[in-house]
């Protein structure tokens, strides 16, 4: 099972928020997604600066979610 990481950046003074972005990496479980969100997420607001963060009341959201690409569906129908 694999995971792949999301973030969300937002602005609460425009209430906005940027289109979300995958992160081209893929995690082996949650807590390594989890772990390089947060790291992730620290970068990003070291790189828009603290005049910017706190001019814009820019906030990072992320999740980590299972990869379902490559899974086949089930149906709950019967063969017969």
Known sequence: MSFIL???ICSAT???CLPPFRV???YKDGYDCMVDGYKLSLQRTEEFGRA???EHKI???F???EDKS???PV???RIK
């Open 6 to 8: 999301t973030m969300i």
């Open 14 to 16: 425009s209430g906005e």
């Open 24 to 26: 081209d990496k893929f």
């Open 52 to 54: 910017d963060i706190n």
């Open 59 to 61: 906030y990072i959201k």
């Open 63 to 65: 999740g980590c979610n």
């Open 70 to 72: 490559n899974k086949t």
């Open 75 to 77: 149906s709950s129908k």
